[in-house]
């Protein structure tokens, strides 16, 4: 059974950092692209972030570009969504995206 789990959100400033976590298992996804989506209430959600399966390119929405850094770990098929100086725009649910497979979403939200 595929499972994608999403962690590490929470409450943060702006200005403050937060790492998401992205675990996938059930098939063997190093040989995949990952992304990182999001959507914020009463929107719809957008393309934040992807990394292709060998690490050699990455792609970020403008928003995000030179704040957000993704990152995977293919021995265990996880991604990382290293978030610097956050904005209250950033608020949002963060989805973990590979092939057809989305998990629950992590909440971040801005605490200032």
């Known amino acids: 059974q595929v499972q994608v789990v999403e962690s590490g959100g929470g409450l943060v400033p702006a200005g403050g950092s937060l790492r998401l976590s992205c675990s996938a298992s059930?098939?063997?996804?190093?040989?995949?692209?990952m992304a990182w989506y999001r959507q914020a209430p009463g929107k719809q959600r957008e393309f934040v972030a992807t990394i292709t399966w060998n690490k050699r390119q990455t792609l970020y929405a403008d928003s995000v570009k030179g704040r957000f850094t993704i990152s995977r770990d293919n021995a265990t098929d996880t991604v990382y969504l290293q978030m610097n100086n956050l904005k209250p725009e950033d608020t949002a649910i963060y989805y973990c995206?590979?092939?057809?497979?989305w998990g629950q979403g992590t909440q971040v939200t801005d605490s200032s």
């Open positions: 995206n590979v092939q057809l497979y």
């Open positions: 059930g098939r063997a996804f190093s040989m995949y692209n």
